[in-house]
């Protein structure tokens, strides 16, 4: 048997703590409510959030070379 050589991975690149806490925040904030669904809380999210999620795609943008 041959061994395998390991898959080259991509390098992770977390999100600012800010905006996990403001996803943290929002899902429960709105996790009881009437008829939610995961799709109405991302809308609501992005238009609550809008400014923060700008935010972490900026600094995404600076860190991460383009493909």
Known sequence: LQK????????YQGSQKELLEAMDKHIKSHINDDNYKPSNGFDLFCKEYLDLI??????LNSIVPAL
């Open 4 to 11: 395998k050589e390991p898959v080259k991975r991509r390098n």
């Open 54 to 59: 700008k935010i972490e795609v900026n600094l």
